[in-house]
C-alpha cells in the first residue's frame, strides 16, 4: 500500500513537473510572439520616421522655389499629353513634361533657361527620359533581393510593357487650392493591373504622404495589383531607365536614390524613394543597375517583394544650378549607406532639342519634342 502510494505521489510529481515545463515553455512561445511582434511594430514606427524625416530634407531643399506659381498650357492627343510650366520673372524658364503611350511607356522631362543681362542672352536647356519596360518575376536564389541573371536567379517571366494595351486619361485635380493634372496610362493583362500616374502642379504642394513636390516636377505612381503570380516564392523586378537626349550628356548615380542628366549647369533627375508599399506595408525597395553593350542602355531594376499590391513613388523633374542642389530622396544620417558614383553615357536615335523664348515655345531639331499647337493654358 505504501508502495502504492509513493508511485502515485512520483506520478503526480511528474505531471505537475511537466504540466510546468509545458507552461514555461508555452509562455517561451507567447513572449517569444510577443517580442517579434513588438520588434515589427518598432520597426515599422522607424521606417515611418525616416519616411517623415526625409520629406522634411527634401523640402528644406524646395522651399525657396516652392510657392513660385508658373502659367500651365496643355496640348493632348489620344496616345500622348504635353504640359509646358513656364516662369517669365528675370528671364523665361519653362519646365516641360512629356507622356506618352506609343510603344513603351514614357515620361520626358525638360528645362529651358533664357535670360537676357546687360546685353547678353543665355539660353540653356536639358531633356531626360523615363522609360518603363516591364516587369520580371523570378526567383531569388541567393537570396539577395535582387534579380541578377549572372547570379543564376530563375527568370519565371516578363512582362513587355511595350505589348500591353494602354489607355491615356487626363484629369485636372485640385490640391490645398493648388490646380493640378493627374495622367494615368493603365494596361490590364490576365487579371492585372499596371497603372503609371503622373501629377503635375503649377505650384509647390505638399500630398498626403508628405511628399513634397516643386512646380519644375511630376510625381510618379507605379501601380501594380493582382500579378499573376506563377510561384509563391518570387519577387517581382521593374525594368526601366533614365536617358539624356543628347549623346553629350553623362547620367551620374546620386545619392544611391536619383539618377541625374547633366548638361553644363542645368539637370534633368529621377528620383525615388527607398521604401514602397506592398499590401499597405511599408518594405526596402532593393535597387540594382546594369549595363547592356549591345544597346549602350544603363538600366535601373526597382526589385519588390510579392504582393497583390505594389506602390512606389518616384519623382521625375528639372533644375539648374548646383548637383548638390538637387532635392533628391535621402535617408537621414542615422540610416544612409556608402555608395559608389555610377557614371554613364547614353545616346538615343533621335535627337531632340527642347528651346524657350519669352512665353513662346520654339522646337527645333529632327524631332518636335512639343508641338507648338496649345489650346489650354492655365494659371
Known amino acids: ?7 502515485i505521489a512520483a506520478a503526480t510529481l511528474i505531471v505537475i513537473l511537466l504540466a510546468s515545463t509545458l507552461a514555461l515553455i508555452g509562455a517561451g512561445v507567447v513572449y517569444a510572439k510577443s517580442d517579434k511582434a513588438e520588434e515589427m511594430k518598432q520597426r515599422v514606427k522607424n521606417v515611418q520616421e525616416q519616411i517623415k524625416e526625409m520629406n522634411n530634407m ?12 508658373r502659367l500651365v498650357m496643355i496640348n493632348k492627343g489620344p496616345n500622348y499629353v504635353n504640359f509646358i510650366s513656364t516662369k517669365t520673372e528675370e528671364g523665361v524658364q519653362s519646365f516641360i513634361l512629356k507622356i506618352h503611350v506609343e510603344g513603351t511607356p514614357s515620361i520626358y522631362v525638360s528645362l529651358a533657361n533664357y535670360t537676357k543681362e546687360d546685353g547678353n542672352k543665355t539660353l540653356y536647356w536639358v531633356n531626360g527620359v523615363l522609360k518603363t519596360f516591364g516587369v520580371i518575376e523570378y526567383i531569388d536564389k541567393n537570396n539577395d533581393g535582387l534579380y541578377i541573371q549572372k547570379d543564376n536567379d530563375t527568370r519565371l517571366q516578363y512582362i513587355n510593357f511595350a505589348r500591353l494595351s494602354w489607355k491615356l486619361t487626363v484629369k485636372e485635380i485640385e490640391k490645398d487650392n493648388v490646380r493640378g493634372w493627374k495622367v494615368q496610362m493603365i494596361a490590364n493583362d490576365r487579371g492585372a493591373t499596371y497603372n503609371i500616374t503622373t501629377q503635375v502642379f503649377n505650384t509647390g504642394v505638399r500630398l498626403e504622404d508628405g511628399t513634397p513636390v516643386a512646380p519644375y516636377e511630376a510625381k510618379i505612381d507605379f501601380s501594380f495589383e493582382n500579378f499573376p503570380w506563377s510561384s509563391p516564392e518570387s519577387r517581382l523586378a521593374l525594368i526601366t531607365s533614365f536617358k539624356g537626349v543628347s549623346g553629350s550628356a553623362s547620367v551620374t548615380h546620386y545619392k544611391n536614390t536619383t539618377e541625374v542628366v547633366m548638361e553644363r549647369n542645368a539637370y534633368a533627375y529621377f528620383t525615388w524613394a527607398p521604401t514602397a508599399k506592398v499590401d499597405g506595408e511599408d518594405v526596402d525597395v532593393m535597387v540594382y543597375k546594369r549595363s547592356s553593350r549591345s544597346d549602350m542602355t544603363n538600366y535601373t531594376e526597382f526589385n519588390y517583394p510579392r504582393g497583390d499590391k505594389i506602390v512606389h513613388d518616384p519623382i521625375i523633374g528639372v533644375l539648374s544650378g548646383s548637383i548638390e542642389d538637387i532635392p533628391a530622396y535621402q535617408l537621414p544620417a542615422s540610416v544612409v549607406k556608402p555608395t559608389p558614383v555610377f557614371t554613364g553615357l547614353y545616346l538615343l536615335a533621335t535627337t531632340v532639342a527642347v528651346l524657350a523664348v519669352v512665353g513662346v515655345i520654339v522646337v527645333a531639331a529632327r524631332k518636335m519634342l512639343v508641338e507648338p499647337k496649345i489650346f489650354k493654358s492655365f494659371h
Open 1 to 7: 500500500m505504501k508502495k502504492s502510494v509513493n508511485r
Open 58 to 69: 527634401r523640402f528644406e531643399r524646395l522651399k525657396k522655389m516652392f510657392n513660385e506659381r
